[in-house]
């Protein structure tokens, strides 16, 4: 709390610094690139922040045919990804066999990992797209402050979420959580929780963004979450988990031209392009002014290997797997390495 409270300027440098440091230490230079696939934009939910709730009637909702889905992921692969994530609203109408299929017909095209973020599903649905060979789960705790998680969500409970979470563990996949940044009414209290929970969990991937108002949501006249504390989050996530991958997210590229930048040099080493056709790109309004809505996945490619450039990095070349995933797959994972010690 007294980090993510700090104002000072040189306080607060020193904690990206030391953030940076960690990162070159334990993942170092590469900055890897996932192609981001937002296949539906239908929900079943009526989360308070999102513009895709169900009661939201503005937005035309849309649904990827399965063969669009893996040639949108062929095409990721011939442009150099070797992550593809596939997200959408909670749609009932993509069941586990239909994203079953999906996954299976992208693993035997091509080489890629695939990463899920699709919502709270059953135990039975996460194993059986586990064994369809899904690597990875992106599920964020969204805000690990109970009251505040239930304010924001009148249709889903924490407990289950963490339940989620822990089902994806058990059944292998190299797990995120995450949250977002300047919720209303949330305090430097329940930030440090969203920290401390990435630990408890222990995560190998994590997403912190800003909280952006959107006009078609009851929360549309809160103010945003600011860049500042944004960057501060990721740094901390960095220090407490040493190994995790940490993306720079688009709402933090929306809010600052220069966020990715800025979240790069605060402990960040991944970047998610969003690689969707551009004919859906505008319908998946979680929030307004998304970054790169028009930007299609070439310029996209040019613009990102400038940034990365730009801070002294480059773009790692592998799947950009876990290491703590990598080490327990291989047996030798018992140490919880990276969480909890300090160097
Ligand atoms: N349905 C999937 C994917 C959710 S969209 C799931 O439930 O996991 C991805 C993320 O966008 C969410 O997890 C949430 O943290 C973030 N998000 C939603 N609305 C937002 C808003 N108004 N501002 C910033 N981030 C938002």
Same mark, same amino acid.
């Given at each position: 709390?007294?980090? !993510?409270?700090?104002?000072?300027?040189?306080?607060?440098?020193?904690?990206?610094?030391?953030?940076?440091?960690?990162?070159?230490?334990?993942?170092?230079?590469?900055?890897?690139?996932?192609?981001?696939?937002?296949?539906?934009?239908?929900?079943?939910?009526?989360?308070?922040?999102?513009?895709?709730?169900?009661?939201?009637?503005?937005?035309?909702?849309?649904?990827?045919?399965?063969?669009?889905?893996?040639?949108?992921?062929?095409?990721?692969?011939?442009?150099?990804?070797? @992550?593809?994530?596939?997200?959408?609203?909670?749609?009932?109408?993509?069941?586990?066999?239909?994203?079953?299929?999906?996954?299976?017909?992208?693993?035997?095209?091509?080489?890629?990992?695939?990463?899920?973020?699709?919502?709270?599903?059953?135990?039975?649905?996460?194993?059986?797209?586990?064994?369809?060979?899904?690597?990875?789960?992106? !599920?964020?705790?969204?805000?690990?402050?109970?009251?505040?998680?239930?304010?924001?969500?009148?249709?889903?409970?924490?407990?289950?979420?963490?339940?989620?979470?822990?089902?994806?563990?058990?059944?292998?996949?190299?797990?995120?959580?995450?949250?977002?940044?300047?919720?209303?009414?949330?305090?430097?209290?329940?930030?440090?929780?969203?920290?401390?929970?990435?630990?408890?969990?222990?995560?190998?991937?994590?997403?912190?963004?800003?909280?952006?108002?959107?006009?078609? @949501?009851?929360?549309?006249?809160?103010?945003?979450?600011?860049?500042?504390? @944004?960057?501060?989050?990721?740094?901390?996530?960095?220090?407490? @988990?040493?190994?995790?991958?940490?993306?720079?997210?688009?709402?933090?590229?929306?809010?600052?031209?220069?966020?990715?930048?800025?979240?790069?040099?605060?402990?960040?080493?991944?970047?998610?392009?969003?690689?969707?056709?551009?004919?859906?790109?505008?319908?998946?309004?979680?929030?307004?002014?998304?970054?790169?809505?028009?930007?299609?996945?070439?310029?996209?490619?040019?613009?990102?290997?400038?940034?990365?450039?730009?801070?002294?990095?480059?773009?790692?070349?592998?799947?950009?797997?876990?290491?703590?995933?990598?080490?327990?797959?291989?047996?030798?994972?018992?140490?919880?390495?990276?969480?909890?010690?300090?160097?």
């Amino acid at each position: 709390m007294a980090l !993510l409270a700090a104002e000072r300027p040189e306080e607060v440098q020193a904690l990206f610094d030391v953030a940076d440091g960690i990162r070159r230490r334990y993942v170092g230079d590469d900055i890897y690139l996932r192609g981001l696939i937002e296949f539906s934009n239908v929900c079943r939910r009526s989360c308070l922040y999102c513009g895709l709730r169900a009661p939201n009637a503005k937005v035309e909702r849309y649904r990827m045919p399965i063969a669009e889905i893996v040639e949108t992921a062929e095409r990721a692969y011939h442009l150099g990804f070797r @992550t593809v994530v596939l997200q959408s609203g909670e749609d009932p109408w993509y069941t586990v066999e239909r994203m079953c299929e999906i996954i299976r017909s992208i693993k035997s095209r091509v080489d890629l990992a695939v990463t899920l973020s699709i919502g709270e599903r059953p135990r039975e649905e996460y194993a059986a797209m586990k064994e369809a060979g899904a690597d990875r789960y992106l !599920l964020r705790h969204e805000a690990a402050d109970a009251g505040l998680y239930a304010s924001l969500h009148p249709d889903l409970r924490y407990e289950e979420r963490l339940r989620c979470l822990r089902w994806l563990r058990e059944l292998g996949y190299q797990v995120g959580a995450g949250s977002m940044v300047g919720l209303p009414g949330q305090t430097l209290e329940m930030l440090a929780k969203d920290i401390l929970i990435l630990r408890e969990l222990e995560v190998d991937m994590v997403g912190i963004g800003p909280f952006i108002p959107n006009p078609e @949501t009851p929360l549309g006249s809160a103010p945003r979450g600011s860049v500042e504390m @944004t960057l501060k989050m990721v740094a901390l996530a960095r220090i407490v @988990t040493r190994e995790a991958l940490i993306p720079v997210t688009t709402a933090l590229a929306s809010i600052d031209p220069l966020g990715r930048e800025k979240a790069f040099l605060a402990g960040a080493n991944v970047v998610m392009p969003n690689v969707t056709p551009l004919k859906y790109r505008a319908e998946y309004r979680i929030y307004p002014n998304k970054a790169c809505l028009t930007d299609d996945a070439e310029h996209c490619q040019g613009c990102l290997a400038l940034r990365i450039a730009s801070v002294g990095r480059r773009i790692g070349t592998g799947y950009g797997h876990s290491p703590r995933h990598e080490r327990l797959a291989s047996g030798q994972g018992q140490r919880r390495e990276g969480y909890g010690q300090h160097a």
